[in-house]
């Protein structure tokens, strides 16, 4: 259930990654015990939290848990969240169910294709390419390789 949190370099910028937690939904112990694991094992101020953070079945909203879970992240200045099929599927605007992300200023896509985001400097493209949904050509956003 606990993943170990790495952490990557790139150019100048140090983040953490983690992902895959498949935590169990409605166990907020569970969570608490999983951000402590995080906090003690940090290393950048940026972090990067990749899907899936909830083990859900097709159509289990669990985007009150979500929000719950990052409204407790304080010890990062920068959190980029890329949220996985789990924390998504089976909904009908699984997107809009995550907007309470932007009280906590949780980066995150809010399209169903990947999107540039300028931050500090850095033009960073995240999306959901997942195996459930449409990969999108890269002419549709006008990006030259």
């Known amino acids: 259930m606990f993943r170990y949190t790495k952490n990557f370099s790139v150019g100048d910028v140090s983040f953490d990654l983690e992902s895959d937690w498949h935590l ?3 166990n907020i112990e569970t969570v608490d015990l999983c951000l402590a694991d995080l906090k003690s094992n ?3 101020d ?3 939290l990749a899907g899936d953070l909830f083990d859900t079945e097709d159509g289990e909203d669990v985007s009150s848990e979500i929000v719950q879970l990052f409204s407790k992240i304080r010890n990062y200045k920068i959190v980029w969240y890329l949220p996985g099929n789990h924390d998504l599927r089976g ?4 997107w809009f169910s995550l907007r309470g992300l932007d009280d906590f200023g949780v980066i995150y896509p809010k399209l169903y294709g990947p999107e540039i985001i300028q931050h500090q ?3 960073v493209m995240i999306g959901n390419l997942f195996y459930d949904f449409q990969f999108i050509d ?3 956003l006008n990006i030259t390789p």
Not at 91 to 94: C, E, F, L, V
């Open 24 to 26: 169990p939904a409605g």
């Open 138 to 140: 890269s002419r549709i």
């Open 91 to 94: 909904r009908k605007d699984p």
């Open 46 to 48: 940026w972090l990067v």
């Open 42 to 44: 940090q290393q950048s």
């Open 121 to 123: 400097g850095l033009q």
